[in-house]
C-alpha cells in the first residue's frame, strides 16, 4: 500500500514538471498579410504554409492588405512554438494544376513574444507578413 500511494505522488510531480515546460512556449499567429508586388498580372492567389500545415489561397491586387483572419482554415495560421525552436512561415503563389507554384519567401517565426514583420520576396513578388508571437 505504501508502494502505491508513493507513485501517484511521483506521477504528479511529472506532470508538474511537463507543464512548467509547456507554460515556456510561444504562440504564433499571422496577422496580416500584404501584396506589395504581384507575382502575376492581375491577380496572385495567395497562401500560406505555417509550420506543417497549409491555408487555402486567397486572392490579392497589388498593393492590398488581407488580415491574417481570411486565410482559412483558421487553425493553420496559428502555430505552437517550442521553448528554443522556431516556426517556418511561407507565402506561396497558387496555379492551376500541371504548373508548380510558386514559392514567395521563407521567414522563421521564433519564441520572443512580440509583434513581428517580414519582407519576403522571391519569384517576382514580394509580400509583407506581419505576425504576433505570444507566451502559450
Ligand atoms: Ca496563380
Ligand atoms: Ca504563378
Known amino acids: ?3 502505491l500511494a508513493a507513485a501517484p505522488a511521483a506521477q504528479a510531480s ?3 514538471v511537463v507543464s512548467a515546460a509547456q507554460a515556456s512556449g510561444c504562440e504564433v499567429v ?5 501584396a506589395l508586388e504581384l507575382q502575376e498580372t492581375v491577380n496572385d492567389e495567395t497562401y500560406l504554409k505555417v509550420g506543417d500545415e497549409s491555408t487555402k489561397a486567397v486572392k490579392f491586387v497589388e498593393g492590398q492588405t488581407h488580415s491574417g483572419s481570411a ?3 483558421a487553425a493553420a495560421i ?3 512554438i517550442p521553448f528554443g525552436g522556431n516556426v517556418r512561415i511561407q507565402v506561396w503563389e497558387y496555379d ?3 504548373d508548380p ?3 514567395i519567401g521563407t521567414t522563421y517565426a521564433y519564441c520572443t513574444p512580440g509583434s513581428y514583420h517580414a519582407e519576403l520576396k522571391g519569384n517576382g513578388a514580394d509580400y509583407l507578413v506581419k505576425f504576433d508571437v505570444t507566451r502559450a
Open 78 to 80: 496559428r502555430e505552437y
Open 71 to 73: 486565410f482559412t482554415p
Open 101 to 103: 507554384d510558386e514559392l
Open 30 to 34: 499571422i496577422t496580416s498579410v500584404k
Open 1 to 3: 500500500m505504501a508502494t
Open 96 to 98: 492551376k494544376k500541371d
Open 14 to 16: 511529472t506532470t508538474h
